[in-house]
């Protein structure tokens, strides 16, 4: 092909040039993927740390409104407004829970656990804490909830087999100076004391969680909560963590229940999330630009040294739109190129990064840095890279095809 011919010899004309904008390239398309796969990786770990720990969307036995009274239903233009009526005592809890867990199951890309929590208070040699008790079924709340992976003694299964058993956190076993198989009292509001053993400790790493939050069987909470056949929350997780929002109107449109997703209960927290993903791209796209720029000076020097070239292409019978892609031609070469080396440096940065470890002032455990391998970065850092090399050489591209070898010619004469 003459024009990948022509192309080439002026990029291999400039050896040093063409080198350099290469470079550019490379370390662009580098560092683009360096930096993302980093920020990425820690927003993810962040999701992993301070929203998966948590579920994606809480169904709780309240209402987003108030109900109504029924006399305002009845009488809703009436005269006279009746105000200040005590609701009717009742049993909390969400209502006829089994028909709407199934409902909830039944969303594709939804793991839903049934929890009744209330308070209690933990008695051992004559101490007293109080804690939360939350009844769950172990085989379910493990899908929805990261506490299985923070066991360090026992497990969350041992519940199933024990009836009596019950799950601290790590930092209330060291107040009581608790291990595994030790027994204490459980009290809960009308309820006597019930002699609990210890079945499983876990530790999660925050010490307000690890020292207040306690799990039983969902049976045995139901009987010292006194709620029978109650829950007053269903946890949720989804595949999708960013679909929460939409999930969670759906839920509470069908069942009634308010249904809070984690962005609705963290607004700051997505904030945070748009305003560093902003930042991130800004910044390795800035990368690229400049690379460009190298790309965009070398081309117009090639214009500006090559005229008399351009002057006899057009002679011989190349049209304008020849010699534009020419030189965009180039532009692509340089930029496919050097995104295939790029992402191969890139490769080798993110695996450097990836061994990395850091120590937390304070922290008992190293970390390493978190990176994310996910293959669209690749994708987005090539078409990023071949889009500004392209836009680089468009302009000198049309400079070449404005050439008039009539008049360049005559000069020459």
């Not at 770990?45 to 969307?57: A, E, T, Y």
């Not at 009581?176 to 459980?186: D, E, I, M, P």
């Amino acid at each position: 092909m003459l024009s990948l011919d022509v192309a080439l010899g002026h990029l291999t004309s400039r050896k040093r040039q063409t080198l350099v904008s290469l470079s550019g390239v490379v370390l662009g398309v580098a560092f683009f993927l360096a930096v993302s796969s980093l920020m990425r990786g820690s927003e993810k770990d962040f999701l992993k740390r301070l929203v998966d720990n948590s579920p994606h969307i809480t169904v709780s036995d309240e209402y987003r409104l108030p109900r109504v009274q029924p006399a305002a239903i009845r009488w809703s233009g009436g005269a006279i407004g009746i105000s200040n009526v005590k609701p009717q005592t009742e049993t909390r809890g969400i209502r006829g829970y089994r028909q709407k867990l199934e409902f909830v199951e039944s969303l594709p890309g939804v793991r839903v656990a049934p929890v009744l929590a209330g308070s209690a208070v933990l008695t051992f040699a004559g101490r007293q804490e109080g804690v939360t008790l939350s009844g769950i079924v172990p085989a379910t709340i493990k899908g929805v909830s990261t506490i299985d992976e923070k066991i360090i003694d026992g497990s969350i299964d041992a519940l199933a087999g024990d009836p009596n058993g019950i799950v601290i956190g790590k930092g209330l076993a060291d107040k009581f100076n608790l291990g595994v198989g030790r027994t204490l009292g459980v009290s809960a509001p009308n309820s006597t004391t019930r002699p609990m053993k210890v079945v499983g400790i876990f530790r999660t790493g925050m010490a307000n969680y690890d020292e207040t939050q306690t799990f039983v069987l969902l049976k045995r909470a139901q009987v010292m909560l006194d709620r029978p056949n109650r829950i007053n929350r269903l946890i949720i997780q989804l595949d999708d963590a960013y679909a929460a929002r939409d999930v969670a109107r759906h839920i509470e449109d069908t069942i009634g229940y308010k249904s809070v997703s984690w962005q609705e209960a963290s607004e700051d927290i997505v904030s945070v999330l748009l305003i560093r993903n902003i930042i991130m791209y800004s910044v390795v796209s800035a990368i690229l630009v400049v690379a460009s720029f190298g790309i965009y000076n070398t081309l117009s020097t090639i214009v500006m040294e090559k005229t008399r070239d351009i002057a006899i292409l057009k002679s011989m019978g190349f049209h304008a739109r020849d010699v534009r892609a020419i030189f965009v031609l180039e532009g692509l070469i340089v930029g496919t190129v050097g995104s295939l080396f790029g992402l191969a440096f890139g490769v080798i940065l993110m695996k450097a990064l990836s061994e990395v470890t850091l120590k937390v002032p304070g922290a008992t455990e190293a970390v390493n840095l978190p990176v994310w391998w996910g293959p669209e970065q690749y994708a987005l850092a090539a078409a990023f890279a071949l889009g500004s090399c392209l836009v680089a050489a468009y302009l000198p591209a049309r400079r070449a095809g404005r050439v008039h070898p009539v008049d360049i010619l005559r000069g020459m004469t």
